[in-house]
């Protein structure tokens, strides 16, 4: 027998069968992105909207400052998008670029689950489930700041999760770059520091002082983008493209210069979110009298975000997980429940404290497909009857959760806009809460369908002592609710668009 022949031959067989595998995962990594895209573009609106999500839709193009945290790193890739992607309207131009956002950590998820050893079919299946369950389509259809965080958290647990497998450099300095721009987008990625610990900890043999000195210092590179915020706002008050600066209180500012961060005291309100009284509430992490809530509130977030059948699948992952790589599902545990802690405790100074559950989400996800990573062999039918319960399930996810996709599309304020414009002077101050401040700011900054016109966020009368003497610069509206007008001699009724809204001319007394 010629045995230099039958070892050629197992050599070509090993390299064929090796490329068929890097070409079957390229193929899915591809449909881990292009599936949830697709689902996202469909369901994106293409108009303004409110609150915060109108502020994140027009701020980026301008290179203004949002409200606390300021996202310096979301505002800087924002404007760069938004700038090269010339494409229907700004407001959609932005809501894409967070489908895209969520539709890289799908991708992330994917990588992940496949450099843990889950097989291929199984990964895609266990992150079109995240994908389309129903908090993370209501924020991939939109311009939320946490799209980007999410994507680079996620990113800092893949490359944990390199580095805990096989100890190189590259993945820890990459961890903490990834960590950095995390941290750019939003420090709520503090909560990422219990997997960075556990990480190190469990790799502490091949710490040296060049990755541990290299992963410092590329970490505090990316946060030096909150240098931003004071340079920006210094900026703006130096040029005149905010005319509420002319006006007082420098706290109504939207849009531009919000908090005005070119201060001391205004860039720490701005990053610590101290004006929404967030800060305290940091304490209720590490009160042990909140953790048995906190818990059920990780539990709670699982089962409904998915159904029974994924948790069960997810909770048999975890256990063949921390049987064949415990030191990666230790970290991924420990994650998700600082992030289920963190959502938990910020709840009162968040609208939507949902959006901080993401993490948790994506986890679990990594759990499910998790199912699969004892198996050795793709051809092991185990592996695919998990593979096909993931799709199943990610089926019934998406028929079950296609009404989110149709309410985002329909999401549109542009009528106040209009009506604005219509009922408005040209060279006026509007003044109005901060939910319609961010959309008309936005007609009135960003797309310019509102031009010429002044917006201040405040709640109706709480300037009123400063409206005498702006009305002797420009006239002075105020909308507020049709429910609660204006019952005051110096406000003159104008009229309401019937959309619950109703504006007031400001009179001042003679």
Not at 74 to 85: D, M, Q
């Amino acid at each position: 027998m010629d045995y230099l022949a039958y070892a050629r031959m197992l050599h070509g067989g090993y390299h064929t069968a090796r490329a068929a595998h890097h070409h079957r995962h390229r193929f899915v990594v591809a449909l881990a992105f292009i599936v949830p895209m697709l689902t996202y573009a469909l369901s994106i609106s293409h108009d303004v909207a409110s609150r915060d999500l109108a502020e994140m839709q027009g701020v980026p193009s301008l290179l203004g400052i949002p409200h606390a945290t300021g996202y310096p790193l979301f505002v800087l890739l924002g404007w760069l998008f938004s700038h090269a992607v010339v494409l229907d309207s700004l407001a959609y131009r932005m809501n894409l670029f967070g489908a895209l956002c969520m539709s890289f950590t799908c991708v992330v998820g994917v990588l992940t689950a496949l450099r843990i050893g889950v097989g291929p079919v199984t990964s895609l299946g266990a992150f079109l489930c995240f994908a389309w369950a129903r908090i993370v389509w209501f924020h991939g259809a939109q311009a939320d700041t946490q799209d980007l965080a999410l994507l680079f958290q996620t990113m800092t647990l893949y490359y944990l999760a390199g580095w805990l497998k096989h100890e190189r450099t590259a993945d820890i300095v990459a961890a903490f770059a990834a960590w950095g721009a995390a941290f750019a987008v939003h420090p709520i990625s503090i909560w990422l520091l219990p997997c960075v610990v556990v990480a190190l900890a469990a790799r502490a043999r091949s710490l040296t002082f060049s990755n541990v000195g290299a992963s410092i210092a590329i970490f505090i590179l990316l946060l030096g983008c909150y240098a931003y915020l004071p340079l920006r706002s210094t900026a703006i008050e130096r040029a005149p493209v905010d005319a509420v600066q002319m006006l007082a209180p420098p706290a109504a500012r939207v849009y531009w210069d919000t908090n005005a961060p070119s201060t001391e005291a205004g860039f720490v309100n701005e990053i610590t979110g101290a004006s929404f009284g967030a800060a305290p509430l940091w304490v209720g992490i590490v009160d042990p009298r909140n953790w048995l809530g906190d818990l059920r509130v990780l539990y709670r977030t699982i089962h409904d975000g998915f159904d029974i059948v994924f948790v069960v699948v997810m909770a048999l992952g975890i256990l063949l997980l921390l049987h064949r790589r415990a030191a990666i599902c230790i970290m991924l545990l420990v994650g998700a429940i600082s992030a289920a802690f963190t959502a938990t405790a910020l709840a009162g100074a968040e609208g939507d404290p949902s959006r901080y559950l993401m993490l948790v989400m994506w986890i679990a996800a990594l759990f499910a497909g998790a199912v699969t990573v004892e198996f050795t062999w793709n051809i092991d039918p185990r592996r695919w009857v998990w593979a096909l319960v993931l799709l199943g399930n990610a089926i019934y996810l998406v028929i079950a959760n296609h009404g989110v996709g149709g309410a985002q599309s329909a999401v549109s304020n542009r009528q106040l806009i209009t009506w604005a414009a219509q009922v408005v002077p040209q060279h006026s101050i509007i003044v109005t809460p901060w939910a319609d401040a961010t959309t008309l700011a936005y007609g009135a900054y960003a797309d310019g369908s509102l031009a010429n016109r002044t917006i201040v966020a405040a709640p109706p009368l709480a300037l009123a002592s400063q409206y005498a003497a702006w009305s002797a610069r420009e006239p002075v509206y105020v909308v507020t609710s049709a429910s609660k007008p204006l019952n005051d001699p110096r406000f003159r009724a104008v009229g309401s668009p019937g959309d619950g809204h109703a504006l007031f001319e400001y009179t001042a007394p003679r």
